[in-house]
């Protein structure tokens, strides 16, 4: 059976709350202040929402369903994604299924997380079990112990260099250069990459990303509704999702798009190269090189190849992770699971400001989350097109 | 190549002692089983009993088929290193004081990939040998070792953070009466302890022990494990440089219930075995627990020298091993009041000793030799329970199947 389109069914109301380093505020506030702005934008009142969605790692001890209470909502659909950075494709995902079987007039996705001192350090201290028995004990490098090995291991299989994820991080830099709510303001070069305070070999300081507070919402409805409300929109012709893949493999070289990702250029009835702009998860640049292949922009393997003959930066040939991504703008908990998404439904709606890429009307953007061992168990991705600028 | 650690200097008195912290003891209840293998050196995974597939990280389920039955069976520890990194920042304060610190991925041959500790011997892409090693929370953790032996080995300080090694350390032998008290002060030097104390109790009475020790390089001092006052006053002496301390204080007489006349052997018995050890424990404790980071002479173990009787009782020592089974109890609650701190609670499990007081028992029996090699060798494994001899093998064995069958066998061996 073939999966049905998601004719009809829109993205709109893209809302990014600027991150902060710290803060004293509660996820709640954060996840209020991004709602806030997604329904003013969209002219709605908070009773009226009927449909929401909520990724957030730092809610507790409430729960969405808490956080209805807290907020004065009163849905009728409501949805908890706990995946981390797949979270915002995924809520899409579930969000215009419900839209378009009308379980839902209008589903609020927001993602919010705050970043209080020291809260890293405890999120990461209860992450999961895995981790507490088999991860934590051996040396507690935290994710980036975790992901020094996979580039480890990727270095030796394909030989990527360092200077090929430096090439990522610096062009993600030059994008956040115009972004001005992005976390990191000094442009960054490459010796610098290079020379910077190792963090877990191979990687260093500024393949990591900066835990930051923050928060990203986006509205799914009707694309009649868009319309009425005048509210640019972006449609959605494709999206896959897939957890656990490759057990056998020993080591993470790929991740659960290549599962599906036939799949995923078929619904949307068109191939990579008519892709305007690629957001990838980047929480390290070894993920995005893994996303440009398992995505079909290169062979497997080819990514170092691939980024040393194009250019990420916004003006560049091959726009990626336009607003600087994770690296740049920092990694705001959950809501780092939205920030490519968000940015994407900017670019192909022609609302991108200063970092909009000209021209630009289809996005692919993808998700990947949960380093529950020793690999991430979460992907997705989307395909998102607009009427560009 | 490892670096050969080097004698520590003197101790400037001035100085803050660096207090312990510990890695990160927090376990769910299925990563116990990889503990408990570890305390006796076995390297053990979780094996599916329906399908077979072995299993790590530990689950609840077999990842595999789903079956709930799943032992921890031995398995090879050989494996491949995949991938590599040294961690050079931890938020966790042990990790911390110790980076760089090297994590490896290894795929063993039994199947699984586990992400471990790496030996700084290991090259790249490596052969590797797992070992299963409890760290200094008192937890089960994985080291991947050169598949062959290299220089200075046990020098690693990942491994030396994990072992008991008398290699550099100061060793307390408390009563250097027990006829096996040569045999140890000799296999710890030999194992490089630089310095092995003997304790005396009744110094007033010839030591027939006295020169044998001398000879191993043992010093001599006054210590009886009866006299609070004498422990307390040695503790206040070497309390602060005893980086091991071995337990061979030991009140020994034959006879069960009915074969005595009386309580006072027991109490004679329960005063030195039981109440001596909690002595000691009071005196000697803290100060190690104080010291469990400082430095190449850190304070690391305690060995405790039990009858394998302890765990299930046998008539013809019958009061004597009741004794032994109060002090058993009370080191394991030693071992959990000590784990905080890092510092180990090893128990040496012995079959009937080669002596005087077991001279009418068949053979086999323990050696003063064997003994101090299952200790040594107990210490350079950082273990925390020692089989030593045929017959305290024997019995663990038949104790894991069925504890209740060895009582009644045990029972009846007393008949002969």
């Known amino acids: 059976m073939t999966r049905q389109p998601y004719d009809g069914v829109v993205l709109a109301a893209p809302v990014t709350i600027p991150y902060t380093r710290y803060s004293t505020e509660t996820a709640h506030w954060w996840i209020a202040r991004a709602l806030r702005a997604a329904l003013k934008t969209a002219d709605l009142s908070p009773k009226s929402l009927d449909g929401l969605s909520v990724a957030s790692f730092t809610l507790f001890p409430d729960t969405p369903v808490g956080l209805t209470q807290h907020l004065g909502l009163s849905p009728r659909w409501l949805d908890s994604v706990p995946m981390g950075g797949a979270s915002g494709v995924v809520a899409l995902r579930r969000a215009a ?60 299989e394909y030989g990527a260099t360092r200077e090929d994820f430096g090439r990522i991080c610096v062009a993600q830099r030059d994008n956040a250069l115009r972004n001005p709510h992005a976390v990191m303001k000094k442009p960054l070069t490459l010796e610098q990459y290079l020379s910077a305070r190792p963090i877990s070999d191979p990687i260093a300081l500024f393949d990591c990303v900066m835990p930051v507070a923050g ?21 959605i012709c494709s999206t896959i999702e897939r957890h656990n893949a490759h057990t056998a493999d020993p080591i993470q070289l790929r991740g659960g798009w290549t599962v599906d990702i036939d799949e995923l250029w078929e619904m949307a009835g068109c191939t990579p190269a008519d892709i305007d702009l690629l957001q990838t998860y980047d929480d390290y640049p070894v993920i995005s090189a893994m996303q440009i292949e398992d995505l079909g922009f290169c062979p497997k393997g080819e990514a170092p190849q691939f980024i040393r003959d194009h250019d990420l930066t916004i003006a560049g040939d091959f726009p990626h992770n336009t607003s600087g991504g994770q690296l740049s703008a920092g990694q705001a908990g959950a809501a780092g699971g939205f920030i490519g998404l968000v940015e994407a439904i900017r670019q192909v709606t022609g609302t991108a400001g200063p970092t909009q890429v000209a021209g630009a009307k289809r996005a692919a953007v993808a998700g990947f989350g949960m380093i529950n061992y020793d690999r991430g168990l979460c992907s997705a991705a989307a395909i998102i097109e607009g009427q560009g600028a | 190549m490892t670096t050969p650690l080097t ?52 689950r609840d389920a077999c990842c595999n088929c789903l079956s709930v039955d799943l032992p921890w069976r031995d398995v090879s520890p050989a494996g491949t290193l995949l991938a590599e990194t040294t961690v050079q920042t931890s938020v966790r304060l042990y990790f911390r004081e110790r980076t760089p610190w090297r994590v490896g991925s290894v795929q063993l041959d039994a199947g699984p990939v586990v992400i471990c500790h790496v030996h700084g011997d290991v090259v790249p892409n490596a052969r590797v040998h797992l070992r299963n090693l409890l760290d200094r929370s008192g937890q089960g953790v994985i080291l991947a070792l050169p598949e062959e032996r290299t220089d200075h080995m046990a020098d690693d300080p990942e491994l030396r953070a994990m072992s008991s090694d008398p290699h550099l350390r100061r060793v307390l032998i408390t009563d250097g009466r027990h006829p096996f008290a040569p045999d140890l002060a000799a296999a710890l030097k030999a194992a490089g302890a630089t310095m092995v104390f003997a304790g005396e109790p009744e110094t007033w009475l010839p030591n027939p022990n006295r020169a044998a020790l001398e000879a191993a ?37 034959p006879g069960g219930v009915l074969a005595r006349g009386g309580t006072d052997v027991a109490r004679d018995e329960m005063n ?85 007081w077991y001279q009418p028992l068949p053979p086999p029996k323990v050696t003063g030799t064997a003994l101090a090699r299952s200790v040594i060798s107990g210490l350079q494994q950082g273990l925390e329970d020692v089989w030593c001899g045929d017959v305290a093998k024997d019995f663990n064995e038949r104790f894991r199947k069925d504890p209740k069958v060895l009582e009644i066998e045990l029972g009846q061996e007393g008949g002969e």
Request: glycine share 8%.
């Open chain 1, 97 to 156: 299924r419900a839209v378009q079987a009308g379980d839902a007039h209008i589903v609020a996705c927001v993602a919010g997380d705050t970043n209080h001192i020291d809260s890293f350090r405890r999120l990461l201290s209860s992450f999961s079990r895995f981790a507490m028995d088999a991860g934590y004990p051996y040396g507690y490098g935290g994710p980036n112990a975790n992901f020094a090995l996979l580039t480890d291991r990727y270095m030796q």
């Open chain 1, 215 to 235: 928060s990203e919402a986006y509205l799914v409805m009707r694309e009649e509704d868009a319309q009425r409300r005048s509210l640019p929109y972006a449609r």
């Open chain 2, 7 to 58: 004698p520590p200097p003197r101790k400037d008195p001035l100085k803050r002692t660096v207090s312990p912290t510990q890695p990160p003891g927090i376990r769910s209840r299925a990563a116990h089983g990889l503990t408990a293998a570890a305390a006796e050196g076995r390297f053990a995974l979780q094996t599916c009993a329906e399908c077979g597939t072995v299993q790590y990280p530990p």
């Open chain 2, 217 to 253: 390089g043992a010093e001599i001092l006054p210590l009886d494990v009866t006299d609070t006052k004498s422990v307390e006053r040695m503790a206040g002496e070497i309390g602060g440089k005893a980086d091991i301390l071995i337990n061979t204080a030991r009140f020994l007489r």
């Open chain 2, 272 to 356: 030195v075995n039981y109440l001596g050890l909690m002595r000691l424990a009071q005196a000697f404790g803290p100060a190690m627990c104080g010291r469990t980071a400082d430095g190449v002479n850190s304070a690391v173990a305690w060995v405790n020298i039990l009858s394998v009787y302890a765990r299930t009782n046998t008539p013809a020592y019958g009061c004597f091993n009741a004794s032994q089974a109060a002090a058993l109890s009370l080191a394991q609650s030693m071992r959990a009041e000590f784990r905080a701190s890092g510092l180990r609670v090893m128990n040496v499990y012995t079959g009937p000793t080669e002596e005087d």
